[in-house]
C-alpha cells in the first residue's frame, strides 16, 4: 500500500514500517485519525502484527536453536544477544537485573523509549536488527519488503 500524502507521499507502507519506527510510532498514537491516515494506521497494525508472528533466524547463544527473543543492555541496541525460550541469559554470565528483553515491535520501542532515551536512530537501528534476524536482507529493496511481508511482487516488463 502506498501513502498517498504527508512525508511519505508515494512510499510503502511496509517500507515505512521496517525503516521509520519513529513515524510508526507517531502513526500509533493518531487517535482521530482522517480517512486516509485511518487506511495507512490500520495497514501499520496489520504489518506490525505480521512482523511479530515471523520467527527470528538467529540462533540461540545459549544453545544454536533459534531464537525467540532477544536481550540488550541499557542504551545498547548494536549488539543485542539471541535467546530461545529455554535459555536463561542469567546463567550465562549476563548481569543480573540489567537486561531488557525484547520480543516485538511495540517491545523494541518501549526498550528504546524507557532505556534509550526515546533515541529516533537507536530505535531504527533496533528495528533493522530485528527485521534481519527475521531474514529481512541487508540492503532490503521494497520488492523484498513486500516479500517479507508476504505480499505478492509484480514483475513489470
Known amino acids: 500500500m502506498d501513502i498517498t500524502f504527508g512525508k511519505y507521499k508515494g512510499k510503502l507502507v511496509e517500507t515505512i514500517v521496517l525503516k521509520e519506527p519513529d513515524y510508526v510510532l507517531w502513526l500509533l ?42 536481550t540488550a543492555y541499557t542504551d545498547n541496541v548494536t549488539s543485542p544477544y539471541w535467546w530461545c525460550n529455554k535459555c536463561n541469559p542469567y546463567q550465562s554470565g549476563a548481569i543480573a537485573g540489567k537486561l531488557q528483553s525484547v520480543r516485538s515491535y511495540q517491545d523494541a520501542i518501549r526498550y528504546v523509549h524507557f532505556n534509550c532515551n526515546a533515541n529516533k536512530a537507536a530505535l531504527k537501528l533496533l528495528i533493522k536488527i530485528m527485521s534481519e534476524a527475521k531474514g529481512l536482507p541487508e540492503r532490503a529493496r521494497d520488492n523484498n519488503v513486500k516479500e517479507f511481508f508476504g505480499i505478492p511482487v509484480v514483475s513489470k516488463f
Not at 504489518?47 to 540461540?60: A, G, P, S, T, V
Request: charged share 25%; hydrophobic share 35%.
Open 29 to 70: 498514537n493518531q487517535n482521530d485519525a482522517s480517512v486516509p491516515l485511518a487506511a495507512v494506521l490500520n495497514e501499520t497494525k496489520r504489518l506490525i502484527n505480521i512482523f511479530d508472528k515471523k520467527d527470528f533466524q538467529q540462533k540461540c547463544f545459549g544453545c544454536d536453536q533459534n531464537a525467540t527473543y532477544c
